[in-house]
């Protein structure tokens, strides 16, 4: 993207104290809600130039390219902005294996959804299997 | 709802320094994303009792039923949380006119959706029209 238009394109965002956007991530064929995160300026320029999803890890205060460790990279098909400019929706693909295959998790549960717990009778009940077992997918140091 | 099981409902949720969590809201039918908000612990419980979307305006410091104004009220039909407990998804059907109508709009630009810009070609596109025109729903006092 060039510079220019990029900063253009930001003039719209408005980045907390912190300097974080939040971001929803939803599935580019069936709608559906994958995860939360956010995204300071640079992960959103890395993510706009590589269209690989890349997030602002809180936790980890540091870059992190979804998947990186378990494969399940998110390919960027559109990026929206709302009414007052904090937030950001991104609407992805979501990959496994590095992008062999289209059907991937966006948990580190396993789970296609971070959103896989529903209030039903008034219990938390989970909604579906996961995927992948993430105990073979991220690795014990 | 029984509050001994809103209080095991809870102890899932964390609520930020702030006391709150945001909250992403999708139509139940199509799966579009309609808004980001904000929700603190009462106003999760009201919307809960009264399934109609109720959130924490961080602007006016304030509960904020979703359409108390403009008649564009949120329906709640489903409420998942995510796997780290900080943020929420709502399905709902967005009414209009108090509830008569369930084609109403989100956004108080009188679009559906509040994320009604899209990044194209490098700039910011309007997708869609508005359903309503605010000038006519917001009286200005």
């Not at 320029?45 to 690989?52: D, L, Q, R, S, W």
């Not at 999803?53 to 390919?75: C, D, L, M, P």
């Amino acid at each position: 993207m060039n510079e220019q238009n990029f900063l253009e394109f930001v003039k719209n965002i408005k980045f907390g104290n912190d300097g974080l956007i939040v971001v929803i991530t939803q599935d580019f064929k069936t709608n559906e809600v994958l995860m939360l995160a956010y995204m300071n300026k640079e992960a959103l320029k890395k993510t706009i130039e590589t269209k690989i999803a890349t997030y602002w890890s809180r936790s980890r205060q540091k870059f992190w390219v979804k998947g990186e460790t378990s494969g399940n990279i998110q390919h960027v098909k559109e990026i929206f902005i709302d009414c007052d400019g904090d937030a950001i929706l991104l609407k992805v693909l979501q990959m496994a294996d590095g992008g062999k295959s289209d059907f991937g998790a966006a948990c580190h549960t396993g789970f296609r959804s971070c959103f896989y717990r529903k209030l039903e009778a008034e219990k938390l009940i989970k909604i579906g299997k996961p995927i992948f077992n993430p105990d073979k997918i991220y690795r014990k140091n």
